[in-house]
Each structure stands twice: as structure tokens, then as C-alpha cells.
């Protein structure tokens, strides 16, 4: 018996039954060589939650999060997204559904990209290799750019943008993807307490209009607490997981921060 | 300008010069944008590790009375992947093992030199470059490595576009970051090779980085800068072929000399060097963003600005329309 293509499609694709977890972490390690960056990690994360994942640094929260997207493979434990694993046949899926919002590094001020270049770098892995961008991908990423309230930046060099702006354009290159799951490291990182607000608004704003699951990576508990419907503390390990106002969480975050 | 007359009727007689006039429009276009992404990824000391590896590749063919191109490809893509894979494990920074391979290479150059029981003129032919004297097939030959690198290049633009912006970010959005990588340092090794013939094995590698690097000092635009690094490397080849033959000069030299003053040009003029760090302007009122010299057109913005100034009383403004956030300076 042959298999054909479309049926090994339907067993990929298979949807979620209702109230699964989207992300799916059972006992997973990950190690740099032979430093173990976390482990023991057992997490899920629900459709239209939004977590936020709280720890000082170098405790492993990046980690965490390329091993969500596949960037790193666990040396134990299995990572789920949408109850698949990785493998090259359903990497793809996975990486359409899911968009990465780094930590913002400093762009070039001479770099030649305009803003809407940056946000079409979300459009690429939709397109797929070897094939340029139609207009259907462009309406969608002025769509994003509108979303995030940049549209009239579109044709301005992305160096010149300030750093709240270009976080800002990256969360548009993000949504330029149509994710269902967004993960952020460290959104306000190097801005100023005004972006900081701006930016957060935004990811809240996106969290409660479209739906999207979020997770979000952050050492600052407070910003967490406030736009968080779940929080996990995590050192190396998750420590702990629970309401964002369980009194439990102020003991918790500094045992973790003070150790 | 009687020069150039000469040049243009020469150009119609004579064979070779039509060739050398292909081979110099072919190398300035894909040298210049292969160049752009050498420049963006900052991988301009690569080039030269290859260069350097592609001329001991020519001598080996030369001494071993094969045909140099297959040597210099096999050197050339050889060190380019050593390259490639000595950086991707991270075993040592990639400048020291670019400039270990660029040292061993040259040393193999001399040694095969030295060996040689007659000394070749191609030997210099190669190291320095004479675009008067490619054949017919090797043009052919050219032409057709030429059009396959321009080809691929254009199939995986975006992809490369992305890795120059955050090499992280497209591999975790799905960009086979790897494969690139390497078929990238392929295209390099290649593009040098068919080159050598042309500018020399000492500066094929200005005629990849100097047109790009000029188109740099021009635009925010990648396609621009591709556009204009190809237009500044075909005209400084093409100006380059003419010199060389009017003054019977190295053909690599005066190409290379053509492309460094086009670059001193863009540099001194460079609107990106003159331009004043200007940041994006928003709103006072609203906080939208305005572009340069503009200013908000929303009516509640207008009015805002108008209640400021105190004068208010002259027109109505429904106070629901207005801001939430007042003005914090007067201005009486």
C-alpha cells in the first residue's frame, strides 16, 4: 500500500483537540556541550494564554525558548508544538505557526533595510525557499505594520528608527507570519519607560484582539504580574508555576534572584 | 577623446577585445553582487583567503600541465568550505584561520612556482590578470559559470538578505541557514575563480568588495545598493578595459584603480555620512508619528495647538475631541 502525500499531510496536521496544550515540554534537558543549561522542564501552555516566564539572568529562559522553537535539540525529554514533534516534515508547520520576537540588539544605522523589508523577513518562511514575495504577502505585511501602528514608517531605514520603534517593527515581522503563537525575550529590554509601556500595551493589545497565545521571557516581575495570566519562575529548572498574584510568587522570586 | 574613438573602432575590429569587453562586463556584475552580501555579512577577509588559495590552485595546474580553472576551483571551493566549517564549529576565530589557510595557500603558490622546470608567463598572466588575452572557449566557459551564479543568487536573495540582518532569527524562522551558508561560500569560490583570468588572483577581490562598498555609501535600499554596485562595477571594468588597452596597462590594475576612485568619490559625498542623526519626529498630541517637515493634521491635534496658545475663545472646540494629555509648555 502506498502512501500518498495528502494522507501523510492529515497525519501532521492533525488539529488540537480542544483545551490540549499548544506547547508541550515533558522533562526536557538542554546543554551547551557539556554545560546543562535547564532541565527537568515540564511545561504547558494552553491556546490564548499568555505566560510569562520570569528568572534572573542566565537561568536559562532564552534557552527555553529556542527549544520551544526547535533551534535547540533537548539531549532528554520530548518537545510537543501543536502535538507534533520536530522532525524536517512537520518543522515547516510548526515554524508557520509560530513567530520569535528576540531581544532587541542594536541595528546598524547604515544597514540597508527599510522597515518594511524587516517586516517582509516575516513573510519568508510562508513564501518558502527560492520564491519571491507576491502581493498577497505585501498586504499582509502592511497589514501587520498597521496592527502595530507603524505603517507610515514602512519606507524609513530601520537603522534610524528608535529602539521602542524597532521593537515595535519586529513585533510587526512577527505578526507578518499570521502566528498563533508568539514568543518574546525580553520585549523591553534597553527602553525607556514610555516604550516600555507603548511596546507592552501592544503585545497586550494583540494578546486580547487576535486571540494569540504569548509567551513572554522577562526578569522584570512586575510587567509580567500585571499582563500575565500565568507565571512560571524558572532557575535552570522551573520552579514554580502558578497565579501571577499567588503571595507564593514574592517568596519565590526572591529565593531565585537573591541566591 | 580621439582615445576613445580609436577604442570603439578597435573594439569593432579586433576579436579579443570584444571578448575582453564581455569577460569585463560579466566579471563587474557578478564581482559587485556577490560583493553586497560579502560586505553585509562581514566576510570581507574571506575573499582574500580564497583569492589567495585559488592562485596556488592555478600554479599546481600549471605545473602539473592541466587545465588551471579545474585546480583553482577545486583549491578555491576546497578553502572556502574549510572556512565555512572551521567558523561553524567555532573551533578557532575565522580571521586567524582565514589568515593561517591565506599563508599556507600563498606558501603551496611559491612552492609549485618554484618546481616548475619552466617558468610559465601565465603564472603572472594569473596573479595580476590580463583580460586581453581570454579565448574563445574560456569565454564561453565564463559566461556560462557566470550565468548560474546569477541565477542562484537571485533564487536565495531574501534568504541571504535575512542572514546578513540576524543569521539567529532566520534560522529560527525556518532558513536553512547551513546550506545557505556553505552553497554562499561555494558562489564566492566559484565567482573568484572565473575571475582570476580577468583582474589576477591579487585583485580579483577589489572588484568584489569596492563596487559594493561604494553602493553603500548611497542608498538604504538593498536593491538599490545591488543595482548601483553592479552599474559602478561594470563601468569601472569596462573604463579599466579602456585604459588598459589605450595605454597598454595591466588590465587588472587599471580596472582596480577605476573602482577605488569610484569608491573615494561616494565616500566624500556619502548622504549617508552627511546626514544628521535625525530621529523620527511624533506628535506632541496624539504621539503618531510624522515624517520630516510634517506636521499632524488631525483636527484634534490642530486644536490642541490652538487652545494652547490661549486664543480659544475665537473658535469652538468641542472638548471631548481634545487629548487627553494637555500641552505641557505655554508659550504667552
Known amino acids: ?37 535547564i532541565f527537568d522542564i515540564n511545561l504547558d501552555v494552553y491556546p490564548g494564554e499568555c505566560l510569562g516566564i520570569v528568572g534572573p539572568n542566565a537561568s536559562g529562559k532564552t534557552t527555553l525558548l529556542k527549544t520551544i522553537l526547535g533551534a535547540l535539540k533537548p539531549i532528554q525529554g520530548s518537545v510537543q508544538i501543536f502535538g507534533d514533534k520536530f522532525s524536517p516534515k512537520t518543522s515547516h508547520m510548526i515554524r508557520s505557526k509560530i513567530s520569535y520576537i528576540p531581544q532587541l540588539q542594536a541595528i546598524d544605522r547604515n544597514f540597508p533595510a527599510l522597515v518594511e523589508d524587516v517586516v517582509a523577513m516575516g513573510r519568508y518562511s510562508k513564501a518558502g525557499l527560492f520564491r519571491p514575495l507576491n502581493s498577497e504577502d505585501w498586504e499582509k505585511i502592511y497589514e501587520a505594520l498597521e496592527a502595530v501602528g507603524m505603517k507610515k514608517l514602512a519606507k524609513r531605514p530601520i537603522g534610524h528608527l528608535s529602539g521602542g520603534q524597532q521593537q515595535k517593527v519586529m513585533i510587526a515581522r512577527a505578526l507578518a507570519n499570521e502566528p498563533e503563537i ?8 534597553a527602553l525607556d519607560f514610555k516604550m516600555v509601556r507603548s511596546v507592552v500595551d501592544l503585545v497586550k493589545k494583540l494578546h486580547e484582539e487576535r486571540e494569540l497565545t504569548i509567551v513572554i521571557v522577562s526578569h522584570d516581575i512586575k510587567l509580567l504580574r500585571e499582563y500575565c495570566t500565568r507565571i512560571a519562575a524558572m532557575d535552570k529548572k522551573i520552579v514554580w508555576k502558578g497565579d501571577p498574584h499567588d503571595p507564593d510568587l514574592d517568596i519565590i522570586i526572591e529565593e531565585i534572584f537573591l541566591r | ?7 570603439f573602432n578597435a573594439l569593432r575590429k579586433y576579436a579579443f577585445l570584444q ?28 575573499g582574500q583567503g580564497i583569492a589567495h588559495s585559488a592562485f596556488a590552485g592555478a600554479a599546481l595546474g600549471l605545473l602539473l600541465g592541466i587545465d588551471p580553472l579545474l585546480t583553482i576551483l577545486l583549491f578555491s571551493v ?8 572551521v567558523e561553524e564549529k567555532k573551533l578557532v576565530e575565522s580571521e586567524v584561520m582565514i589568515g593561517v589557510i591565506f599563508s599556507f595557500f600563498m606558501a603551496l603558490a611559491i612552492l609549485f612556482i618554484g618546481m616548475m622546470e619552466v617558468y610559465s608567463t601565465d603564472v603572472i598572466s594569473i596573479l595580476f590578470g590580463n583580460i586581453l588575452i581570454i579565448t574563445q572557449e574560456r ?7 557566470s550565468a548560474m551564479i546569477l541565477l542562484l543568487l537571485f533564487m536565495i536573495k531574501k534568504e541571504l538578505f535575512f542572514m546578513t540582518f540576524d543569521i539567529e532569527l532566520a534560522e529560527v524562522s525556518g532558513v536553512p541557514v547551513r546550506f545557505l551558508t556553505y552553497l554562499f561560500l561555494v558562489m564566492v569560490s566559484v565567482t573568484i575563480s572565473v575571475s582570476l583570468r580577468a583582474i589576477g588572483a591579487i585583485l580579483v577581490f577589489a572588484m568584489i568588495i569596492t563596487p559594493a562598498a561604494a553602493a553603500y555609501q548611497w542608498t538604504y535600499h538593498l536593491n538599490r545598493m545591488m543595482i548601483l554596485s553592479v552599474f559602478f562595477g561594470v563601468f569601472s571594468a569596462v573604463f579599466g578595459l579602456y585604459l588598459s588597452y589605450t595605454f597598454d596597462l595591466p588590465s587588472g590594475s587599471t580596472i582596480v584603480s577605476a573602482v577605488t576612485a569610484i569608491f573615494v568619490i561616494s565616500f566624500l559625498f556619502s548622504p549617508k555620512r552627511m546626514a544628521s542623526k535625525r530621529t523620527i519626529q511624533e ?14 493634521q488631525r483636527p484634534e491635534c490642530i486644536a490642541a495647538g490652538i487652545l494652547h496658545r490661549h486664543i480659544d475663545h475665537e473658535i469652538s472646540i468641542d472638548k471631548k475631541h481634545l487629548p487627553k494629555k494637555k500641552p505641557t509648555k505655554h508659550d504667552h
Open chain 2, 19 to 46: 571578448r575582453a569587453l564581455v569577460s569585463a562586463v560579466v566579471v563587474g556584475i557578478i564581482c559587485s553582487l556577490i560583493g553586497v552580501f560579502i560586505l553585509l555579512r562581514r566576510m570581507v577577509f574571506l
Open chain 2, 139 to 145: 569565454l564561453i566557459l565564463f559566461l556560462i559559470f
Open chain 1, 182 to 189: 508568539l514568543l518574546l525575550d525580553e520585549p523591553t529590554t
Open chain 2, 1 to 7: 577623446m580621439t582615445d576613445f574613438l580609436h577604442f
Open chain 1, 1 to 37: 500500500m502506498t502512501i500518498t502525500k495528502q494522507k501523510v499531510k492529515e497525519t501532521i496536521y492533525q488539529p488540537l483537540e480542544k483545551g490540549e496544550p499548544v506547547i508541550c515540554l515533558q522533562d526536557v534537558a538542554v546543554a551547551y556541550q557539556a554545560n546543562v543549561a
Open chain 2, 78 to 85: 576546497f578553502s572556502a568550505i574549510s572556512i565555512g566549517y
Open chain 2, 283 to 296: 506628535c506632541p498630541y496624539c504621539k503618531d508619528y510624522l515624517l520630516e517637515g510634517e506636521e499632524c
